[in-house]
């Protein structure tokens, strides 16, 4: 739950069939989320004008306030629809970007917008700047995930039918699952969009720099700089190392070594101080960090340039 940052709520489960041109004359708007899976048959979509055909297995799901109908062009079709939203708030305002939230006092972990319509926002381009913005109505699901996301449903659907004791907790916990799924589902669409598009990639390489060079004061990890950009920690290494020749770890230590350096040209300054200043949990990780990129140890490199300084007194 702290992970997810709300807890997602089912307000109804239903199932339709669609016969043959049937279209909804007047659209459908609403203030949550709908996620849609087809069971058999083909549905066209319009959502804000954006036209789109869904067949067996396919899921899609429409964002909130988004205008949308359904229409069956041949046969008939059978559907599921799920609506939900979230019951309580996020860490964060929604929309807020995440960059804008660093340096605002707040832990690593509640930096990385990790909740589900964060996400939306930043991979549908609402973080992005305004010449990459897309601002996508919707998000289909095409990988291995429609299958769990299509039995979760099912499930949530037969249980919301039930009378059975606890119907309203289980119904619940389901939700939680399928947030799960589909962020799963989701960020694997997003890597796989990521390794046809360079150029994105490289754009989330910069900001998780920015990251990680804002935030190497703090007790931050390289699987809080890949959430940040909501990558996996696998992917964002690789992509990290692409871009850059070094593993974000590597990147991460140099940061606090160069920030070191600085802080121990200032002799008021104890060694121990300066490992805390600069995001080290103890003055011997310093050590060994400093002496394995400089080939000395802090101590060693302060008395050196400290005389340096002194001879050119």
């Not at 306030?65 to 359904?70: A, D, F, N, R």
């Not at 059978?78 to 006092?105: E, R």
């Not at 972990?109 to 897309?134: C, M, V, W, Y």
Request: some cysteine; charged content about 30%; overall charge positive.
């Amino acid at each position: 739950m702290d992970a997810a940052g709300s807890i997602p709520v089912v307000f109804k489960g239903i199932e339709r069939n669609f016969e043959k041109s049937l279209t909804y004359t007047a659209p459908s708007r609403h203030d949550y989320h709908e996620l849609t899976f087809v069971r058999s048959g083909k549905v066209e979509f319009e959502v804000e004008g954006r036209h789109v055909t869904l067949e067996k297995g396919g899921t899609i799901v429409i964002r909130p306030k988004m205008s949308h109908t359904v229409r069956v062009n041949e046969g008939h079709a059978d559907v599921i629809g799920l609506y939900f939203g979230f019951s309580q708030q996020l860490t964060g305002p929604v929309g807020k970007s995440a960059v804008s939230l660093a340096g605002q006092g707040m832990r690593s972990t509640d930096i990385a917008p990790r909740t589900l319509e964060q996400f939306i926002n930043f991979a549908s381009g609402h973080d992005l700047s305004d010449n990459e913005k897309t601002n996508d109505p919707f998000i289909l699901i095409r990988g291995k995930s429609r299958q769990d996301i299509a039995a979760l449903v099912e499930r949530i659907l037969r249980e919301s039918r039930l009378e059975a004791y606890g119907r309203e907790l289980m119904m619940q916990l389901m939700a939680m699952e399928l947030l799960v799924v589909l962020a799963r589902g989701l960020r694997e669409e997003w890597e796989e969009s990521l390794r046809v598009r360079s150029g994105k990639a490289r754009e989330l390489v910069r900001i998780a720099r920015d990251f990680i060079v804002e935030n190497h004061d703090r007790d931050i990890t390289v699987a809080d700089a890949a959430g940040y950009v909501f990558l996996s920690q696998g992917y964002f290494t690789r992509a990290f190392r692409d871009e850059t020749g070094m593993s974000p770890m590597t990147f991460l230590m140099q940061v606090r070594v160069n920030r070191a350096c600085k802080l121990l040209e200032q002799k008021d300054i104890k060694v121990s101080g300066v490992a805390a200043q600069v995001g080290f949990s103890s003055p011997q990780r310093f050590n060994a960090a400093f002496r394995k990129h400089l080939g000395k140890t802090p101590m060693e490199y302060r008395r050196q340039k400290l005389g340096n300084k002194k001879e050119k007194d």
